[in-house]
């Protein structure tokens, strides 16, 4: 079978390409891929190339299919999985592989590390290991790019469980944010940082009383305070607060009074940003735990901490990579639920749109971009939606379908788009 797929060559060497996928061994699957949203994660493979952990070192000779949070549809099942799966299951995938294989870990990840399995790709073979470490996740929701973002959402939530906290009197650990306490997430109104405060608000288990959100772009605060309202925080019980720490004097005094002046049990750093991270140590209460969980591009990136309170305060730092499959079980769970991700994704786009967006990924204003791989679409903002509809019947009914939304993407446009739009030589202009 044919695949269409963006493979990786070496840095910022990315390229659309058509080639034939071998025959399925019997303990592999065929599957096509419906979605892919595009991670910084992806940015940096693609900036770093071989310097990448998770790339392979001879990727010049043999490319690797680039993306990770992807979902489609299982076609041919191999014989070894035929009892687990099957054609016709909706997927979605855990990318990171990780499994010890004497005294090395492996690190290898569809997205990263394959030649014949990405996200940003029409058809993939899904090798036998990501069966083996119970990556491949079937998926019963509605609609696809709901379990294209299970995966960033399952970062969110392993970094919510990976924070922890002390027992005075003992050496134990206490895993999770603490319940009822304070939370701030700085440089918040990202996607990831929206798929946090989304989870935050979701959960049911556990909650902060008070959850503050900071960021320096007040058009992004004033998109993620129409779409997870103070209201609907107060309404389970949390008071929520947006920030815009760029018009403060100073951030650190007036968001510990917001505090009440004893700081944050749960500080989230969403930018890897000097600056950042230091106002989120000075933020910390006692007993406090900052998670560092932007992943710098520098290998020498660094921040001062304040060792005084580390010793006194009994305050702490943790950071996390992903998630791990539990967390990707509690994900699609939690959207099975009522969880809608649609507030991350701020653009559409097509296969042709995914090199340019990959590499150009920080200077692309907006949250997510959902690639369809199976469409040619540029990509396309969905605030331009109503304007393209002058001149396209397809944007002028996706924009009517958005209205509908509070202006979001939805499983309804999604399936407007899919059943009307299905031609892989379908191209769309703007």
């Known amino acids: ?33 419906v979605s892919d949203s595009i991670c910084m994660s992806s940015h940096k493979a693609s900036s770093q190339g ?17 993306g990770h949070e992807f979902a489609g549809e299982l076609l041919e099942v191999g014989a070894k999985w035929a009892g687990k799966f099957k054609a016709g299951d909706k997927f979605s995938i855990q990318p ?56 960033p959402l399952s970062c969110v939530i392993g970094a919510m469980h990976a924070n922890y906290h002390t027992t005075p009197g003992s050496y134990e650990h206490r895993m999770e944010i603490v319940d009822g306490g ?28 008070l959850l503050v959100v900071t960021d320096v772009d007040q058009t992004r605060l004033d998109r993620a305070a129409a779409i997870y309202t103070v209201e609907s925080a107060a309404s389970v ?8 720490t760029g018009q403060m004097v100073d951030p650190v005094k007036e968001l510990k009074t917001l505090s009440g002046d004893t700081g944050y049990d749960d500080v989230f750093v969403f930018a890897p940003v000097k600056p950042v991270v230091e106002q989120g140590d000075a933020l910390l209460a006692f007993d ?34 992903g998630g791990n499959n539990d967390d990707m079980v509690e994900a699609i769970d939690i959207m099975s639920r009522g969880l809608d991700p649609a507030g991350l994704i701020t653009h559409i786009g097509g ?30 903002p969905i605030a331009d939606f109503e304007k393209l509809g002058e001149t396209s019947d397809l944007f002028r009914e996706l924009a009517d379908i958005c209205s509908r939304h509070k202006g979001l993407w939805s499983v309804e446009a999604e399936s407007y788009l899919l059943n009307h739009f299905k031609s892989e030589k379908l191209k769309i202009t703007n």
């Open 1 to 33: 079978m044919k695949t269409r797929a963006v493979r990786l060559y070496g840095k910022k060497d990315l390229r659309l390409e058509e080639f034939e996928l071998p025959p399925i061994r019997e303990d592999e699957i065929l599957a096509k891929v």
């Open 50 to 66: 071989t310097e990448h952990k998770r790339i392979p070192d001879d990727v010049a000779e043999n490319p690797i299919i680039i």
């Open 96 to 151: 990171a592989l990780y499994y010890e294989d004497g005294p090395v870990g492996i690190l290898s990840a569809p997205g990263y590390s394959y030649k014949y399995i990405g996200g940003d790709a029409t058809y993939v073979i899904i090798p036998n290991e990501v069966m083996e470490q119970d990556c491949l996740l079937t998926y019963h929701g509605v609609g696809y790019y709901p379990a294209s973002l299970a995966e």
């Open 182 to 209: 304070k939370m701030a997430i700085l440089a918040g109104v990202g996607p990831m940082g929206l798929a946090a405060i989304n989870y935050v608000l979701r959960r049911e288990d556990r909650r902060p009383s």
């Open 237 to 244: 019980g949390i008071e929520l607060h947006y920030i815009n």
């Open 288 to 321: 406090g735990c900052l998670n560092f969980f932007a992943g710098p591009g520098d290998p020498n990136f660094s921040a001062m901490l304040n060792f005084y309170n580390v010793h006194y305060a009994y305050t702490h730092i943790t950071g996390t990579s």
């Open 351 to 380: 296969l042709d749109a995914v090199a340019d967006a990959t590499n150009n990924l920080p200077d692309i204003p907006g949250g997510k971009k959902l690639i369809y791989t199976h469409l040619r679409i540029p990509l396309t």
